[in-house]
């Protein structure tokens, strides 16, 4: 591997600044030889003359010459080469099928910080048709075949070892069957230019016990160290380790940072006075000089930015003020406070917030905030200083030639008080869009709930019933108890939203657009929702109290079907809820057009009474329709009656007795029910039918 290489490297560095520096091989007071082996550090012989137990040496000077070995893998050594950073030692030699000689013990050095040299070694496999393989390195498969095919390939092979190698364990085997299989096989790994100049026949080494090999190693080293490693196994052990650029020394012992100012290593000339500094030199003029100037140009850079810096905050702040006096003034700001002024007690009924407020309460309008998105603007989620949740509208920009208008529906808007509609709480005008700030109501709409499946929670007839009276309340409230009339123009289910208690409330005034003001009626400019829409208003342009109602009728038909206002009969056909309605009811066919999941939970005569409610509704010529305020008695009659009948089905379940007195009573109850509508107790103006169904 690479980094075999470049330990080897290191190290042989590393020996050639020892030798220039005449740095002692060993450390002071240590013994450096055993017999004629030189010890230089770190090894050494004695406790504290190595580095660590690894490189601890044992002497045995009881033969002659002296032997010395490394002592934690117990191999001896022949040679330590300081300028190549390599051990020479005995390495095995692996046999088999050899007369006369064991087979020999493999080498394991893993866990040391020994390794054997790529470049100083290499494997030799001998013997005719002998395949050797290295074992136990992975993922690498390192051998080679020799063959007795010729001369030249003297019967023997060789390969390189792979970088870092620790396992020596070579295996040998016979590549032909037929013969050579019982043959002397030989593997070892040699010191390449020993093996080179003294072998001539590998077969001869056979008769030897050992062959000399190269070990290198690698070091622990501390990341301040002044040291640089060109190779490493990982961030604590490095090799091929060398003083840093501007040290000098043995990096084992410790680098020295060498004075470039005094030794005349450095490129200071003239003014430039040289300053040592750690590994290197720096040059300086005069620190005095160089302080004035700098603090000079410092304070003045500082004094310029500064006074940039104020000067743009300045300009920003006034620019800032003038484009929300500009904003203010076209959006009506001074015109809505004149009306403050003129209305009574409108200061406790709603508010004009800062744009800053309404920034803070929506993170700067932040995407994440976004409740919805329509054809009049965007409505953010935003938490007031107060922390009142609410829902801040960011309009469509107002026709400037129709401000008075917007600010009148802004002021009648904002004193409507009825539990069933979305409160307008104030606005903002310092903007260029006007912000309108609204209740926040939790449970979304209520189309949703009618379209959208949803097995957690099932909107029940009676839920549904309720809702229908609450928004027909709302706006018998808006076209008839208000001291203007007011004309939502927009009903449908999307713009009735459903509070924490799925309490109905009107929403979508389309307050934020331009509007219409007359002597006698206020009405907004929202051009509508198809399937929603008044045929009548879409022909004649005209728009009346009862175009409302039509689209309640809508919303009516959806509470009783479950049906979207345009459905889809096939891939090219839509069809409008309203006349399909219309034509099931006159083919006496209520049945084919109820929710499915309210059938169960539903009376008959409840839900005949509101069908032809929602058909009265829905007649074509607007003259015939009820009106709110008819709807709301209507409808509050039908529950009063339904009322009725459950009261008179839990007195027949109190007493068997009384079973025929209040079976009686149901037929009367039945009776009037269907009486109504056949004797047209309430009938449309033109003497429109009135459909009798008593069962589904």
Request: proline share 3%; with cysteine; glycine share 6%.
């Amino acid at each position: 591997m690479v980094w075999k290489l470049v330990f080897q490297l290191m190290l042989m560095m590393l020996m050639f600044q020892i030798a220039a520096t005449a740095a002692p091989i060993a450390r002071s007071g240590c013994p450096d030889r055993c017999g004629d082996i030189s010890i230089p550090y770190p090894f050494g012989i004695r406790k504290d003359c190595y580095m660590n137990e690894w490189f601890a040496i044992e002497c045995n000077a009881t033969v002659n010459p002296a032997r010395a070995f490394i002592s934690r893998i117990n191999m001896e050594l022949l040679n330590i080469s300081a300028e190549r950073a390599t051990v020479t030692v005995k390495s095995p030699i692996i046999s088999s099928n050899c007369t006369g000689r064991e087979d020999g013990v493999p080498l394991n050095l893993t866990g040391t910080p020994f390794v054997f040299s790529r470049n100083d070694n290499v494997f030799i496999a001998v013997g005719c048709n002998t395949q050797a393989l290295m074992t136990g390195i992975t993922p690498k498969l390192i051998g080679c075949v020799s063959t007795c095919s010729d001369v030249k390939s003297k019967k023997f092979c060789q390969a390189s070892p792979p970088s870092f190698l620790q396992v020596f364990n070579p295996k040998l085997e016979a590549t032909d069957d037929n013969q050579d299989r019982e043959g002397c096989k030989l593997a070892f790994l040699v010191n390449q230019t020993w093996f080179e100049s003294n072998i001539s026949d590998p077969f001869t080494l056979q008769y030897r016990d050992y062959v000399p090999a190269e070990l290198g190693w690698t070091m622990s080293w501390n990341d301040d160290d002044p040291v640089y490693c060109r190779g490493y196994y990982n961030r604590s052990f490095g090799s091929e380790c060398e003083c840093d650029g501007g040290y000098e020394g043995i990096p084992y012992l410790g680098c020295i940072d060498v004075d470039e100012c005094k030794e005349s290593k450095h490129s200071c000339r003239g003014l430039l006075k040289c300053v040592n500094t750690r590994g290197y030199f720096n040059c300086e003029i005069n620190k005095l000089y160089i302080a004035l100037i700098v603090i000079g140009a410092v304070v003045l850079a500082l004094s310029l930015l500064m006074g940039i810096w104020w000067l743009y905050k300045l300009v920003k702040k006034w620019k800032k003020i003038e484009l929300k006096k500009k904003f203010f003034k076209r959006n009506g700001g001074l015109l809505l406070q004149q009306e403050l002024l003129a209305a009574e007690g409108w200061v406790q009924k709603t508010k004009i917030y800062s744009s800053k407020e309404l920034e803070v309460a929506t993170d700067r309008f932040n995407v994440n905030r976004i409740l919805g998105q329509g054809g009049q603007g965007t409505v953010y989620k935003g938490m007031l200083a107060d922390g009142r949740i609410v829902a801040v509208k960011k309009s469509m920009v107002v026709d400037e030639g129709k401000l008075e208008e917007f600010i009148n529906e802004v002021v009648v808007l904002s004193q409507i008080n009825h539990r069933n509609v979305v409160k307008l709480l104030g606005c903002c005008l310092e903007t260029e869009v006007p912000l309108l700030v609204y209740e926040f109501i939790p449970n979304g709409n209520l189309y949703k709930y009618i379209h959208d499946q949803n097995e957690d929670f099932l909107l029940s007839w009676e839920m549904r019933l309720q809702i229908a009276i609450e928004v027909a309340g709302a706006l018998s409230y808006l076209h008839s108890a208000t001291s203007i009339p007011i004309y939502h123009r927009d009903i449908k289910s999307t713009n009735i939203l459903l509070d924490e208690k799925y309490r109905a409330k009107v929403s979508d005034f389309g307050s934020s657009r331009s509007i219409s003001i007359d002597q006698t009626h206020l009405t907004t400019l929202v051009q509508g929702t198809f399937g929603y829409l008044d045929p009548e208003y879409f022909q004649s342009s005209q728009f009346t109290e009862k175009s409302d109602v039509y689209s309640f009728g809508v919303v009516l038909v959806e509470l009783i079907s479950g049906q979207k206002p345009i459905f889809s009969v096939s891939q090219t056909e839509t069809r409008s809820l309203a006349t399909h309605f219309i034509m099931l009811m006159e083919d006496n066919r209520l049945c084919d057009v109820l929710d499915a999941r309210v059938k169960e939970g539903c009376q008959n005569e409840e839900v005949i009474s509101v069908a032809n409610l929602a058909k009265r509704c829905l007649n074509l010529n607007g003259k015939n329709r009820p009106t709110m305020r008819e709807v709301t008695s209507e409808l509050e009659r039908i529950i009063g009656l339904s009322q009725k009948l459950l009261n008179i089905q839990e007195n027949c379940k109190i007493s068997e007795n009384t079973m025929d007195d209040a079976s009686n009573d149901w037929d009367a109850v039945s009776t009037s029910i269907t009486g109504d509508f056949d004797t047209g107790r309430t009938p449309s103006s033109d003497g429109e039918p009135q459909i009798n169904i008593t069962a589904c």
